[in-house]
């Protein structure tokens, strides 16, 4: 894959040695460095090809290019995350936002301040023709009458804006009944359940605050509302020291019947006693890899459960789509707490020095710039030189800061994990390539195949 272009090329041996040569070396240096291996006129072709793909824009000489501001566009809003309370009817073990309350005092979002944040979103969506809200906490379904009025209220202004606005809700499925199914699929709200395994592993890591095990209570709501939309539903694990081994989970996942399973490595200060050593992260990648072989045969059938982080990879790839961030926080999105203050994501809630705007006079177009020059400038010290700084683009910002809020050297046990996630979604996505091109009697597509 080319760092810059972002184009997956199939090479050959003798291509992969001429293009390590290749820009370094003239024609011919390449040509005797190589020839003792290769013959003289296979060596010359090879050349030429490599030239006919750096000018097509496939392939670039140099190394990894610069990264400047230029490369962020202005502040024109597609989603906004609302925390629509700082609360949460769980207590686990390993919560980022202190029990979903981010440090402040447990309260909801008011229906004034929800309107607003709305209002926000499509003042500042420019040109954007499609929006996207997202409801989380704490338990967001904790507040669910403003969750309804905010589907209302929102569906009103892009009738009149004449865009559209989609919905989604991060939940803990614990307050699925009936009437919750019935409205999350009459308006066709995206739902990610976060969930950690099977009963034990659940049990052991998201409790109630009473101590009680929460499994029970989300398997009781969550079939049903699997059925309701044939599998169609999405679910998000935390990976800690105690739920290493993701296949079993992931198979676990497969027989509730979500179509869709994501796993995260927790973030949580080394030393604690759930989180992940070299050792395990070493765990967890043999299993990311036994996943993606058994995804790898599932998918020609279309069946099985889909590894969400192999998914998402694939879409970057197919997409080629640069990224100067992991994501598009200060960008393209904001996150609002209940009391009306604005971040650059949800996982900067409740950190002050990161606040950059508020829905009474806006996003701080200052405040704003700095956060961002201070992340690329992290980003550019830290991941410049990696081969996949314009797709993983330093990942999660939150997760390589230390407890004081200053950023730190990613692990590179993570990154390990996120390489190896990288080299299974391209040999992922080269087999479906190839396989198009048989289905299409030989017909290339997508990436330029090179000898």
């Known amino acids: 894959m080319d760092v810059n272009t972002l184009s997956i090329i199939e090479l050959d041996r003798i291509a992969y040695e001429v293009l390590e040569l290749y820009g370094r070396l003239s024609n011919q240096e390449i040509v005797e460095r190589l020839k003792c291996r290769h013959k003289r006129n296979d060596l010359k072709e090879t050349i030429y090809e490599i030239k006919a793909l750096q000018e097509q824009g496939l392939i670039t000489a140099q190394q990894v290019e610069d990264m400047t501001m230029d490369g962020i566009p202005a502040q024109e809003l597609s989603s906004i995350t609302l925390h629509v309370i700082s609360g949460c009817n769980l207590r686990c073990r390993y919560c980022f936002g202190q029990d979903g309350t981010y440090g402040m005092k447990s309260v ?16 500042q969506s420019g040109r954007r023709a499609r929006l996207h809200v997202v ?6 379904m904790l507040n669910m009458p403003l969750i309804e009025d905010v589907v209302k209220y929102s569906a009103g202004i892009a009738r009149e804006q004449k865009k559209t606005v989609s919905f989604s809700i991060t939940t803990n499925a614990t307050l699925l009944d009936d009437h919750s199914i019935q409205y999350l699929n009459d308006h066709k709200i995206g739902v990610l359940v976060s969930m950690d395994g099977p009963r034990e592993v659940q049990d052991s890591l998201r409790c109630f605050a009473n101590g009680n095990g929460s499994y029970e ?3 009781q709501g969550l079939r049903k509302f699997i059925d309701s939309r044939k599998g169609k539903v999405s679910v998000r694990a935390t990976v800690t020291k105690l739920n290493t081994g993701i296949r079993e989970i992931h198979d676990h996942f497969g027989n509730i019947g979500f179509g869709r399973a994501h796993f995260v ?26 996943i993606s072989r058994a995804n790898l045969r599932a998918a020609s059938g279309k069946h099985g459960i889909v590894l969400g982080n192999l998914r998402d990879v694939v879409e970057r790839l197919h997409q080629r789509k640069k990224r100067l961030l992991g994501c598009g926080l200060a ?15 949800h996982r900067f809630v409740g950190m002050e020095q990161f606040i950059i705007g508020d829905i009474e006079s ?20 830290n991941c410049g030189s990696c081969w996949l700084r314009f797709l993983c683009a330093g990942g999660c910002l939150k997760e390589a800061m230390d407890e004081s809020g200053d950023f730190v050297q990613r692990d590179e046990n993570y990154c390990r994990l996120i390489k190896t996630l990288y080299q299974l979604g391209i040999v992922f996505y080269a087999r479906f390539q190839k396989d198009a091109r048989v289905q299409s009697g030989g017909k290339k597509t997508g990436d330029r195949k090179t000898r």
């Open 108 to 123: 909801k979002m008011d229906r004034r301040i929800a309107r607003k944040a709305v209002d926000l979103l499509f003042r």
């Open 135 to 140: 409801f989380f906490g704490g338990e967001p």
């Open 217 to 219: 209570r989300v398997i």
């Open 265 to 290: 490595p927790v973030d949580i200060p080394g030393g604690s006693e759930l989180s992940l050593n070299g050792g395990d992260f070493q765990k967890v990648e043999r299993e990311f890899r036994k």
């Open 331 to 345: 960008s393209g999105f904001a996150a609002i707490c209940p009391v009306g203050n604005i971040y650059p994501c």
């Open 362 to 381: 806006g996003i701080d177009p200052e405040r704003r710039q700095n956060f961002l020059k201070r992340v690329l400038g992290h980003v550019s010290e």
